[in-house]
């Protein structure tokens, strides 16, 4: 799964000096939380929704209305965005995004293609999309085995072993490791078992069923 697949394409653009009130506008019309700025076919920042509430004016503030209105159509996009921005390329495994979202700190990422040109933006919203999917959450008629396994091979394959010979069908996996431990947990999404088989089975290798659950 690659970025391209779960990006949105053409995203809403904005020039440097395109004003604050204007670009808060876009945001509430188009019902998004950032505008990537261009310039000469080029990236030159970001702007999100927090960035604009940031630059807002206080409460506190002794403007009256039109004073307010007046600064604000004064201010510019480019004195208040993200200059440095963080890019994705789109031929980029999905999990590369979410990494790199988690060790930055931030919500979105504008995609490029092999040139650098702008082809789309993933954000947090799209991650949270994928990993729904990958975990077949919205399949009815499954159960979400969860189990400790030994940390050596072919323990998995025993276990798929199982499911097969009890009627199922594996949905999806996911595993967990933890730095030291000689386990690690591992979660199955499974259709058409013979529940009871499959558990009573488990009996036979070094596996630990912690808990399930049916969809």
Do not use: C
């Not at 890019?87 to 495994?93: G, H, L, Q």
């Not at 919500?107 to 040139?115: F, R, W």
């Amino acid at each position: 799964m690659l970025v391209k697949d779960f990006m949105t394409r053409n995203p809403i653009t904005i020039a440097p000096e395109t004003s604050f009130s204007e670009a808060l506008k876009l945001m509430k019309q188009n019902k998004i939380k950032r505008l990537i700025v261009m310039k000469d076919e080029k990236i030159v920042g970001i702007v999100t929704e927090k960035d604009l509430l940031y630059a807002s004016p206080s409460k506190a503030t002794t403007l009256n209305i039109w004073e307010l209105h007046y600064l604000l159509s004064k201010l510019k996009i480019e004195e208040i965005m993200t200059k440095n921005v963080v890019t994705v390329n789109e031929n980029a495994p999905i999990e590369d995004a979410a990494r790199i979202m988690e060790e930055k700190d931030i919500s979105g990422l504008p995609v490029v293609d092999d040139a650098g040109r702008l082809v789309g933006i993933i954000t947090q919203t799209d991650i949270f999309k994928v990993f729904v999917e990958i975990f077949g959450t919205k399949r009815e008629g499954t159960i979400r085995y969860t189990m400790e396994m030994p940390d050596k091979p072919g323990e998995l394959l025993e276990v798929a072993k199982r499911i097969y010979e009890a009627g199922g069908n594996i949905i999806s996996i996911a595993t967990l490791f933890e730095e030291g431990k000689d386990s690690y947990l591992a979660t199955l999404r499974v259709e058409n078992i013979d529940h009871e088989k499959f558990v009573k089975s488990l009996d036979e290798i070094d596996v630990k069923l912690l808990y399930y659950h049916s969809n």
